[in-house]
């Protein structure tokens, strides 16, 4: 997929929207809980936010992943582009803790302190049952485990079946949400919970490091890993946990549609699934709202891709990251809520300016130099899978 601009303005606009939207979730709650009581009992305006950047993952991961061609240049973007950006806002949220004005997630101090740095320093704490330090870190975790699942079907070609991937994940949800209500991997589980999280970076180590039927394995067991981590690990129980992870497939499946590789039905069908699914495995019904009005509004921004969006709203996209991770951060901070719109839209700007835009630099520098140094590598991975780009 070639890199324009103008057609990617659309999914930036998407996060333009989604970021500031879960921003307002907390702190209306924070500043005037008694209105917001009133808007979140009818629409889970943060879950809207939340699903909308699902489906533009799902619709913007494998395009870069096949683009590239190249799993070792994939995960170092990934890595370039989330985490330099989540030390500088774990730094700071102890900072503003030991100081006294933030209050990480309960139950994070009963935790082995190696576990909880583990599990918050892969992004995965959410599907390994550990805390967050920053609460809204809980979708990295499900982002995570998405990569992991694209990586390993890309590995081994069959990352076009991302349709039928979106419907079975969306019709397994509905039995496996009523027998798996809760995670099994919860807060009893340290072990296991190291152990997947260890599990994790080796596979994507030698996935990195390696080549041929080794980097094809390592991937393809990340691949299962991101699977079960879903279906074991997910706090919201089994059913929700497969609706997200259908969600970011359906997206991809509109982004194959749109490419000419998939019929637009199966993109539909996809979509249409997610929604049943997702209202049927809801325990709220604000939940399924904005499962349902999520698809809703990726599906119109899709069809008005080729027009114009206001540069302002792409620009709050290209600093979504740090609006959506900073935010909590300002909730002890500032005294009402036009102030922390003002001082949040200032940090994030501050926040992509010096940790974002400069760590991607260095991730695409990286990603030069071993293409230059190694292309065999590069040659050696499906640069053309079945049905991509």
Not at 19 to 38: D, R, Y
Not at 194 to 222: C, D, K, S
Not at 310 to 326: D, E, Q, T
Not at 330 to 352: D, K
Request: proline fraction near 6%; glycine fraction near 8%.
């Amino acid at each position: 997929m070639a890199a324009n601009p103008s057609r990617l303005a659309w999914l930036d606009a998407l996060r333009g929207i989604a970021a500031p939207a879960v921003a307002l979730h907390h702190s209306a709650w924070t500043f005037i809980p008694a209105v917001w009581a009133e808007v979140d009992r009818r629409v889970d305006v943060g879950t809207w936010g939340v699903f909308v950047f699902f489906l533009v993952s799902g619709y913007i991961i494998p395009a870069s992943l096949e683009r590239r061609g190249d799993l070792r240049a994939f995960w170092t973007g990934r890595a370039f582009r989330l985490v330099p950006l989540l030390l500088a806002a774990l730094a700071l949220a102890l900072l503003l803790a030991y100081a006294g004005l933030f209050e990480s997630s309960p139950g994070l101090d009963s935790r082995p302190p190696p576990l909880v740095a583990l599990a918050n320093l892969t992004m995965l704490q959410e599907l390994l049952g550990v805390p967050s330090v920053i609460n809204v870190m809980w979708t990295l975790s499900y982002e995570m485990a998405f990569y992991l699942m694209t990586a390993g079907l890309f590995a081994v070609r069959q990352a076009h079946r991302s349709a039928p991937i979106a419907m079975v994940l969306a019709v397994a949800a509905v039995p496996l949400g009523l027998l798996m209500p809760r995670a099994t991997i919860n807060g009893g589980a340290d072990l296991v919970a190291a152990l997947m999280g260890v599990a994790v970076i080796l596979v994507i180590v030698v996935t990195v490091t390696a080549n041929g039927r080794l980097r094809t394995a390592a991937a393809v067991i990340g691949g299962l890993l991101g699977l079960a981590l879903v279906i074991l690990g997910s706090r919201i129980g089994a059913g929700q946990g497969l609706v997200i992870a259908a969600t970011m497939f359906a997206g991809t499946a509109v982004w194959r549609a749109e490419q000419g590789a998939l019929r637009p039905l199966w993109a539909v069908a996809a979509l249409l699934m997610v929604i049943v699914s997702g209202v049927l495995v809801a325990r709220e019904r604000a939940w399924a709202a904005a499962v349902l009005l999520a698809a809703a509004v990726f599906v119109l921004a899709f069809r008005l891709r080729h027009r114009p969006f206001p540069r302002w709203l792409a620009h709050l996209g290209v600093i979504s990251f740090s609006l959506y991770l900073l935010h909590p951060l300002l909730l002890r901070v500032v005294p009402n809520l036009p102030v922390f719109f003002l001082v949040l839209l200032v940090l994030g700007q501050v926040a992509y300016r010096f940790v974002e835009a400069p760590g991607q630099g260095l991730g695409r520098r990286l990603n030069r130099k071993i293409r230059a140094a190694g292309p065999e590598a590069v040659r050696g991975e499906h640069a053309h899978s079945p049905g991509g780009a």
